[in-house]
């Protein structure tokens, strides 16, 4: 009994492949989504292996599809002979049409943009998790800050206390 329930800890803990920190440093988000990528069989396995970067990529809305660009998924040495990796090809991300028009009516008539925030699998399929976001501009960034820096400060002192 206790194999499993340490099983299923390890597998909550290993569900998230990659996290893009610096998307809340520098964009509001708004409203966040789940998307299913289009994926190769040698970019599951580079997944697996967590060999994935998402700090440079964002999401682009082509002819009513959503698409994943500039997210780097290095291959694996041990990759086939016969299969040409491209780390930084574009991914296809699978939404609802439903879901497909709020995109596209906020980023063509409110001015948002769409990045990508996390990676991680559920239920053995990788999700991308997106989000509806505007840019901060400095001022922002610095009452960001300085808002972090006051938590963590309360946080020390209820600590002693």
């Not at 597998?11 to 920190?21: E, G, S, Y």
């Amino acid at each position: 009994m206790a194999d499993k329930n340490s099983k299923k800890k390890n597998d909550q803990q290993n569900a998230t492949i990659a996290v893009n920190r610096q998307a809340t440093h520098e964009y509001f988000i708004e409203q966040r989504f789940e998307a299913g990528l289009v994926l190769e069989g040698w970019e599951v396995k580079s997944l697996r292996e967590g060999r994935i970067q998402l700090k440079e990529s964002y999401v682009v809305i082509k002819r009513g599809e959503a698409w994943l660009y500039r997210a780097h998924i290095s291959a694996l040495l041990s990759a086939s002979t016969h299969i040409n990796p491209d780390a930084i090809r574009s991914k296809k991300l699978l939404l609802n049409r439903h879901e497909l028009n709020k995109l596209i009516g906020a980023v063509e008539r409110k001015g948002y943009t769409i990045i990508p925030l996390s990676m991680y699998w559920k239920a053995g399929r990788a999700k991308l998790e997106i989000g509806l976001a505007k840019g901060k501009q400095l001022h922002d960034k610095r009452a960001a800050s300085k808002d972090q820096d006051w938590q963590r400060e309360k946080a020390r002192i209820m600590k002693k206390a």
